[in-house]
């Protein structure tokens, strides 16, 4: 308890020092780059959300919403200035199934619970195992996530209503054909172009809100009939409105949502955290963690009682707002306020802008977010590490971004056990201090992967009655190690022999020590300082635990 008390405490004091701008310091050059870098956001978040409501089984409002609500709180008090929230493909996919068999209403109670679970990841600052996330996995998560964000843009060359909610997403749907088609692709490129072009001509406007602006006035002064914003859903609307989520109070309710809210504030959780270090390295800022899933959790924990989807960092409308040169949170305050402004007054000139604008913007997304040069990585990393970044990279695309993550990380922890089980030997030679003994300076650390190949480093039957085990170079790690050590002083006792171990570091000292050893000083351990002289009658190696 006492734990969590100064956690809440000090996670409180982060917030305090919360500032509202974040960044660069703020002048009104800085304030017109982030209001518009937030328009452009907003822009790109409207068919985002209405999409992934679709997919989630909902109404495009309760997408809208979430983004709104997720987009202005997290931006307030997020850990990192610059990264967008909102309503995400990853966490529809998970609540189809359980918005199919129980309703919204389950859906908003579990949003709601999962905001409470991601608080309590904040508050006792679980965040900081997301550095334990290799770097092939990065590379493999941004890669699978530029294509998944591709993938998702396909929906919209297909002609509009014929697009079928399948249960597991949005499926089926006639591609467009002919003249649509090529109208609709060629306005895509230009869209690309233009984004292309005006950081070279002009820095006053944002260049994707640019190529949104000028493609939407070609295609509304020529009155084109291609497929717009409007043609995914109507997004009018009111402000949202306080509802407690009308479930029953039981254990059975909590049964049915507690494993859905489990898995989506993990895979919130883990979406945000890596965007949180992509934006981290893009604009040289680091930390906030903690800050973030706290963030998250109350973003979700909100949106839950005014009747959202719920939702988590955006990486593609992150990496448009800094592209577009977002680096407070005004920015994304601002996407959130246009957002709603959209929603309650702006949705007829909205709902006008065509897709194939946003198509366009979030083409060069994809092209700006996938790591071209992890092609050449590939070639010079260990196997290994070049396996992890294709395999990371599938089973995002094939299943999803947490799996995905859980995955590679696995792999490359087994593949750093393997590599250290196979690094353990031993150096022999005779001792300087005990006559007629023979030591053994074992290199490579001693843990459940190597514990074998160490058990086969001794020669017991032709040994001298006194051998000296040196951890000079090397670390006894856990419990397995421990195990091996005992095995092993069991071996030569049935042999009538001893064994003396030196040279322990403080850290492997303590582990024995806890487990009950004999611990003997001597003047020989320069180093150190510890040495434990094992007869074959005390501690751990004769079986005394």
């Known amino acids: 308890m006492t734990r969590i008390l100064q956690a809440a405490l000090a996670a409180r004091s982060s ?37 992934f409501a679709f997919v989630a089984g909902v109404h495009p409002l309760v997408g809208l919403y979430a983004a709104f609500i997720v987009g202005l709180i997290t931006a307030l008090i997020g850990g990192r200035p610059g990264m967008i929230s909102g309503a995400t493909g990853a966490l529809a996919v998970v609540m189809v199934s359980l918005v199919a068999q129980h309703g919204v209403e389950y859906l908003f109670a579990t949003v709601v619970l999962m905001g409470l679970i991601q608080i309590v990841v904040g508050v006792m600052r679980w965040g900081k195992f997301i550095r334990l996330v290799p770097h092939p ?12 964000i591709f993938l998702a843009q396909m929906t919209q060359f297909k002609v509009p209503g014929t697009v079928v909610n399948t249960g597991h997403g949005m499926s089926g749907g006639e591609w467009l054909s002919g003249m649509p088609l090529i109208l609709m692709l060629g306005l895509v490129a230009l869209t690309m172009v233009i984004i292309w072009l005006v950081p070279r001509v002009t820095k006053v406007v944002p260049a994707p809100l640019a190529g949104i602006g000028i493609v939407a006035l070609i295609v509304i002064g020529l009155g084109l009939d291609v497929p717009r914003v409007g043609d995914l859903a109507s997004i009018e ?43 981290g390295d893009i604009t040289g800022e680091r930390g906030g963690a903690s800050q973030e899933s706290i963030a998250q959790g109350v973003a979700n924990t909100v949106t839950g009682f005014f009747g959202g989807m719920g939702g988590c960092a955006m990486i593609g409308q992150s990496m448009i707002n800094v592209k577009s040169g977002g680096r407070t949170r005004i920015a994304g305050i601002t996407a959130a306020l246009f957002l709603l402004l959209f929603i309650v007054v702006a949705s007829p000139l909205i709902e006008q802008i065509p897709l194939a604008a946003l198509v366009g913007v979030m083409f060069m997304v994809v092209i700006g977010t996938f790591a071209w040069n992890s092609f050449k990585i590939m070639r010079k990393v260990p196997l290994t590490d070049a396996f992890v970044i294709v395999l990371v990279t599938v089973v995002t695309v094939m299943t999803d971004l947490a799996i995905a993550v859980v995955v590679g990380v696995i792999v490359s922890a087994l593949a750093y056990a393997w590599q250290n089980a196979t690094r353990i030997h031993a150096i022999e030679r005779p001792s300087f201090t005990e006559e007629g003994a023979k030591v053994y300076e074992i290199q490579g650390p001693l843990f459940f992967g190597s514990t074998d190949g160490f058990s086969e480093l001794f020669d017991v039957e032709n040994d001298p009655d006194t051998v000296i085990v040196d951890f000079q170079a090397s670390r006894v790690v856990d419990q397995s190690a421990l195990t091996a050590l005992e095995a092993l002083a069991e071996k030569y006792e049935a042999a009538g ?32 300082e510890i040495a434990v002289d094992y007869g074959v009658r005390t501690g751990i190696l004769s079986g005394g635990h």
């Open 15 to 51: 917030f305090s020092d919360v500032n509202l701008v974040g960044g660069p310091k703020l002048t009104p050059s800085r304030l017109r780059i982030e209001v518009l870098a937030g328009l452009t956001v907003a822009l790109a978040l409207v068919p985002e959300a209405v999409a």
């Open 137 to 148: 996995v990065m590379l493999g998560f941004v890669n699978g996530l530029a294509i998944v």
């Open 237 to 279: 609307g009111g402000l949202p409105a306080f509802h407690i989520p009308m479930v029953p109070v039981n254990f059975e309710t909590l049964q049915i949502i507690l494993p859905y809210a489990c898995i989506l504030a993990a895979i919130g959780l883990i979406e945000s955290l890596l965007t949180l270090n992509l934006v």
């Open 497 to 528: 022999k001893r064994v003396m171990l030196r040279h322990l570091s403080r850290d492997c000292h303590q582990l024995l020590s806890k487990a009950g050893q004999l611990m003997v000083d001597s003047d020989d351990d320069p180093d150190y």
